[in-house]
């Protein structure tokens, strides 16, 4: 131990203070909350191999950062921070070069190509929109990382299929040195800023523990696979979103009904906040509404400028992006004779939107699908129709004539009969 500190001091690692060993964690990381691989009891009983491989960052760490989208940009920004004030700078790329000014702001070196970034670094975060962009530049990037002799160890963060993760592990895996890890995340652009992601990792696990540390300056809480099948992280991300786009699903479907059924917008939204406090419920629910409410408390996944109602037009995730995700799940749920039928509706809904030009927009959008399109009637079970039916009608006749009019076709039945409403009861 003596010997240990000995040579710490004689080295540049001295200069970190060790009586404040807690500064080289981000103050908002709670390791407390995380199922890190390392986490019992950090930062007070950090292991002497943890300690050693932080003290030798300054010497051996060399990070390159790919893609600064929405996403990319706040991540990035987070751990060049975490570097700077480490007297550190990741060197970064982007396809379209001008979103590279900011990070040079923030004191990145911006690297001229794919090529230099890679003989700069030793490890490799990247962000890309989608599988396509994904393997384009993996493509190059396997192809220099062949050309170099120190290793790299590739971060992949981006929301893929997950045999996609697995070709681009294998075809690394060429050059030995080298190890991929696919680590998806989960939050909003606003969450990514605030450094509050929830991270997940799956890959070698030794190259894990090493990067835990950066991780945990982007991330509030990091998932451990403890898996070397990268596939399964994609997986597990795809199951993560389907509950968020589930839950989507059915709020654009209640608070379609509460407007057409012109239920006061204002007690629903309250409603969903004290029956359903989930952090994404209320968001979603707000981004949703016409007259968003202002949430009492910040949640785990929200920050307090993605709950406000003045972002709740911000695009943080877009109805492209979210089409790509819902198609993989859909995809998921193919190949493996699982049945999502909520997916499909939302992709339907996706669908719309995006055809209506509304791609880029957030896909919360998806409820002007609902909402504007003409829906079709909803197939019931014919007993429970005959359960009803002549009630229903009765009341749906009634309704119709104080209305003063026919459907307008957008809820009731689009062939012009006019049968009861679904679930009316
Ligand atoms: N937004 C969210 O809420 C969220 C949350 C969790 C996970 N994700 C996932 O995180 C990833 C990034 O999302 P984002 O919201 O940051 O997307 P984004 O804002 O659209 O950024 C996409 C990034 O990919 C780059 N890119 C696209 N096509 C490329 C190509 N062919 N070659 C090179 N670079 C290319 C873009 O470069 P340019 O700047 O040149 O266009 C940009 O840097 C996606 O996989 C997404 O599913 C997003």
Redesign the pocket.
């Known amino acids: 131990m003596t010997r240990f500190f000995t040579q710490l001091h004689s080295s540049n690692a001295a200069r970190l203070n060790l009586t404040h060993i807690q500064d080289i964690f981000p103050p908002h990381f709670k390791p407390g909350l995380s199922t890190a691989v390392h986490n019992q009891s950090l930062p007070l009983k950090i292991s002497m191999v943890t300690m050693r491989s932080l003290f030798h960052l300054k010497e051996q760490d060399r990070i390159g950062w790919i ?6 940009y706040n991540m990035a920004q987070n751990l060049q921070r975490y570097l700077a004030s480490r007297s550190l700078n990741m060197t970064v790329w ?3 070069p001008e ?1 590279c000014a900011k990070m040079h702001h923030h004191g990145a070196h911006v690297a001229k190509s794919l090529e230099e970034l890679v003989a700069q670094s030793n490890i490799i975060f990247t ?4 599988d ?2 994904v393997e ?2 993996y493509e190059i990037l396997i192809d220099l990382a062949g050309q170099v002799d120190h290793s790299i160890i590739f971060v992949e ?4 299929y997950p045999t996609l993760a697995t070709k681009l592990k294998e075809r690394l895996a060429v050059t030995p040195q080298h190890t991929y890890l696919q680590c ?6 606003s969450v990514a800023k605030a450094a509050k992601l929830l991270w997940v990792t799956s890959g070698d696990e030794k190259a894990i523990k090493k990067l835990c540390l950066y991780f945990t300056t982007m991330s509030r809480q990091i998932i451990h696979l403890k898996t070397t099948d990268v596939a399964k992280a994609c997986s597990f991300k795809l199951v993560g979103n389907f509950f968020v786009v589930g839950s989507m699903e059915l709020l654009a479907e209640g608070l379609t009904l509460a407007q057409k059924a012109e239920v006061d917008e204002a007690p629903v939204l309250k409603f969903i906040e004290t029956l359903f406090p989930a952090p994404s419920w209320i968001e979603y629910s707000n981004k949703m509404a016409e007259n968003p409410v202002q949430p009492k408390s910040k949640s785990v996944l929200s920050s307090s400028s993605s709950s406000s109602s003045s972002s709740s037009k911000e695009a ?3 109805v492209d ?1 979210g089409l ?2 819902v198609g993989h799940m859909r995809q998921l749920a193919l190949e493996t004779g699982a049945s999502l039928p909520s997916a499909d509706l939302a992709y339907g809904h996706l669908k719309t939107v995006q055809d209506q030009g509304l791609g880029h927009q957030d896909w919360s959008t998806m409820i002007r699908s609902l909402k504007i399109a003409p829906t079709p009637r909803p197939s019931v079970d014919s007993t429970v129709l005959s359960t009803h039916s002549q009630q229903d009608e009765k009341r749906a006749t009634h309704s119709r004539s104080e209305k003063g009019g026919s459907n307008n076709g957008d809820f009731w039945d689009t062939d012009g009969n006019n049968h009861p409403p679904a679930y009316d009861s």
């Open positions: 893609g600064l989208g929405q996403m990319g982007n396809r379209t979103k962000s890309l929109a989608n396509a962009a384009e530049i963060t981006s929301t893929i998806p995340v989960f939050g909003r652009p943080g995730f877009s992006l790509k995700d």
